[in-house]
């Protein structure tokens, strides 16, 4: 049996409520990631829908050091903005109300199922600027 540890659906984008509590910026605050909570941010428009990358201590540490310093193309892609989840929803059609809690934040998103879930994904979705630049078209 295969333990699913992110967003599932079995189409190509599926529509998600996250309610979560701010804990800051990836870039340019400090944050301490709890490996017992989920962590998210918000990527670029993938092929089918947003890229809601899974944050652990392994992959913010690869987002901090292979990317986003002095590159402004980057840096328009992810906002760098982290919200540990507190509550998820599919399909937030339908769903009566949701209430937030005072100092939380509601997230509504159509996410890629090709979203960054681990540093292979990073990798693969945010291709440093010198690959980029030299791949064989």
Not at 43 to 60: H, P, Q, V, W, Y
Not at 89 to 101: Q, R, S, W
Request: aromatic share 10%.
């Amino acid at each position: 049996m295969k333990t699913r540890i992110s967003f599932v659906s079995n189409s190509s984008s599926s529509s998600f409520v996250v309610i979560g509590k701010p804990v800051g910026n990836l870039f340019t605050d400090d944050i301490e990631l709890d490996e017992h909570q989920i962590y998210l941010m918000r990527g670029k428009f993938l092929c089918d829908g947003e890229d809601i990358i899974s944050l652990n201590k392994n992959t913010a540490k690869w987002f901090k050091e292979h990317h986003f310093k002095d590159d402004r193309e980057y840096l328009s892609q992810i906002d760098g903005n982290v919200i540990q989840v507190t509550r998820s929803f599919i399909d937030p059609y339908g769903t009566p109300m949701l209430k937030v809690e005072e100092g939380n934040c509601m997230w509504a998103f159509d996410i890629d199922h090709h979203s960054t879930n681990s540093i292979e994904d990073a990798e693969y979705n945010y291709p440093a600027k010198r690959d980029h630049d030299n791949a064989v078209l």
